[in-house]
């Protein structure tokens, strides 16, 4: 059977597509050279990473005409600092890149929110493309144009939206994936299921989607895009992708950004606000345990050691507090979310089940 590109259409501010392909790293040098007229590009990317690919994608691009440059940052959360993007800034200047250049984003979540933030804020913002290899890159973080970094008092607190000019995306890139990587993945994916389908959330109980893994990453791509393409700057609807995402952060913040990752604190986060929403009301019964059951499933944990209270107070300092309220997503059922704001003060007590 013949894998054919799947291509879906962002139409945001400044429109992109999402090119889904087995064998697609090999044309990025190709797709580069179509939509920009860079003579220099600059790749990033991690420790993980470049040893499996980076050749590869400059031998992409150089067989189209660029001139290469490369930066390498070590893997993991915890260089996703001020500090890393000053070495990338550092490189960018020495390496003469110009405002028509472009930078090309190798590697997982980490590494797509450094490298677009690095676009973004240098010389006021150059164009990008996004090659995400892990799980949770190709089906949430690379699309959207959320871009950022760390500060010790919580994550993705410096930031800009700068959407990139392409995404590739390519699936074989998932093979070389430990199976932690790839349930960190499926933390965002249930997500998707969560906040807007129920009928893919269902198919997920149903079956291992992994061995359709095409069909997962286009489905969560295209929700992304529907409501990105809606709420390019998170004025409303977007907050709905962040189920999860604000207990989680804290889960996050109070383990140090190391031993838990990204994808199992939101699972986490979605099982404790589903929890929360039930007992509020807002929430039909039984859904916080069919969350929590499809998070074993696929091996997220569905607990947390963190205490209420200490989850609460390291909430305090996530970027979607304002004026001492913060807006908390919540679902009416699997498949219907909403927001709904409440005051910084409250929020021990509306979490405590």
Same mark, same amino acid.
């Given at each position: 059977?013949?894998?054919?590109?799947?291509?879906?259409?962002?139409?945001?501010?400044?429109?992109?597509?999402?090119?889904?392909?087995?064998?697609?790293?090999?044309?990025?040098?190709?797709?580069?050279?179509?939509?920009?007229?860079?003579?220099?590009?600059?790749?990033?990317?991690?420790?993980?990473?470049?040893?499996?690919?980076?050749?590869?994608?400059?031998?992409?691009?150089?067989?189209?005409?660029?001139?290469?440059?490369?930066?390498?940052?070590?893997?993991?959360?915890?260089?996703?600092?001020? $500090?890393?993007?000053?070495?990338?800034?550092?490189? /960018?200047?020495? !390496? =003469?890149? #110009?405002?028509?250049?472009? *930078?090309?984003? &190798?590697?997982?979540?980490?590494?797509?929110?450094?490298?677009?933030?690095?676009?973004?804020?240098?010389?006021?913002?150059?164009?990008?493309?996004?090659?995400?290899?892990?799980?949770?890159?190709?089906?949430?973080?690379?699309?959207?144009?959320?871009?950022?970094?760390?500060?010790?008092?919580?994550?993705?607190?410096?930031?800009?939206?700068?959407?990139?000019?392409?995404?590739?995306?390519?699936?074989?890139?998932?093979?070389?994936?430990?199976?932690?990587?790839?349930?960190?993945?499926?933390?965002?994916?249930?997500?998707?299921?969560?906040?807007?389908?129920?009928?893919?959330?269902?198919?997920?109980?149903?079956?291992?989607?992994?061995?359709?893994?095409?069909?997962?990453?286009?489905?969560?791509?295209?929700?992304?895009?529907?409501?990105?393409?809606? $709420?390019?700057?998170?004025?409303?609807?977007?907050? /709905?992708?962040? !189920? =999860?995402? #604000?207990?989680?952060?804290? *889960?996050?913040? &109070?383990?140090?950004?190391?031993?838990?990752?990204?994808?199992?604190?939101?699972?986490?986060?979605?099982?404790?606000?589903?929890?929360?929403?039930?007992?509020?009301?807002?929430?039909?019964?039984?859904?916080?345990?069919?969350?929590?059951?499809?998070?074993?499933?696929?091996?997220?944990?569905?607990?947390?050691?963190?205490?209420?209270?200490?989850?609460?107070?390291?909430?305090?300092?996530?970027?979607?507090?304002?004026?001492?309220?913060?807006?908390?997503?919540?679902?009416?059922?699997?498949?219907?979310?909403?927001?709904?704001?409440?005051?910084?003060?409250?929020?021990?007590?509306?979490?405590?089940?």
């Amino acid at each position: 059977m013949i894998d054919l590109m799947r291509i879906v259409h962002v139409s945001t501010g400044k429109p992109y597509d999402i090119f889904i392909e087995k064998g697609v790293l090999d044309s990025v040098g190709e797709t580069a050279k179509r939509l920009s007229a860079a003579k220099k590009v600059t790749v990033i990317s991690d420790t993980n990473v470049a040893p499996l690919y980076l050749e590869r994608i400059e031998k992409s691009l150089e067989n189209s005409g660029f001139e290469v440059f490369s930066h390498v940052f070590k893997a993991g959360e915890s260089s996703k600092t001020l $500090d890393t993007i000053s070495k990338i800034y550092a490189d /960018l200047a020495e !390496f =003469g890149m #110009t405002r028509k250049d472009i *930078i090309v984003a &190798l590697g997982g979540g980490v590494c797509g929110d450094m490298a677009g933030f690095a676009a973004a804020t240098y010389l006021r913002g150059i164009d990008f493309i996004q090659v995400p290899t892990s799980l949770l890159a190709q089906v949430d973080s690379s699309v959207g144009g959320k871009t950022g970094v760390d500060l010790p008092a919580g994550k993705n607190l410096v930031g800009a939206f700068h959407q990139p000019i392409a995404v590739l995306i390519d699936p074989d890139a998932l093979t070389t994936l430990p199976d932690e990587f790839i349930r960190d993945g499926m933390g965002e994916v249930i997500k998707y299921g969560c906040i807007k389908d129920s009928a893919f959330f269902e198919s997920l109980e149903a079956e291992n989607v992994l061995g359709k893994i095409e069909d997962v990453i286009e489905i969560c791509v295209s929700i992304k895009r529907d409501v990105v393409s809606r $709420d390019e700057r998170e004025a409303g609807e977007r907050m /709905l992708l962040n !189920f =999860g995402h #604000t207990l989680g952060h804290s *889960i996050e913040k &109070l383990h140090g950004f190391s031993g838990i990752t990204h994808g199992m604190a939101v699972a986490v986060g979605m099982v404790m606000i589903a929890k929360a929403g039930e007992k509020q009301g807002y929430t039909e019964p039984g859904t916080a345990e069919r969350i929590a059951l499809l998070c074993k499933k696929y091996g997220l944990p569905t607990t947390d050691d963190s205490s209420f209270a200490e989850i609460a107070e390291a909430a305090r300092s996530d970027k979607k507090t304002a004026g001492g309220t913060i807006n908390l997503v919540l679902l009416t059922k699997i498949g219907e979310s909403f927001t709904k704001k409440i005051e910084l003060d409250r929020l021990k007590e509306f979490i405590t089940v």
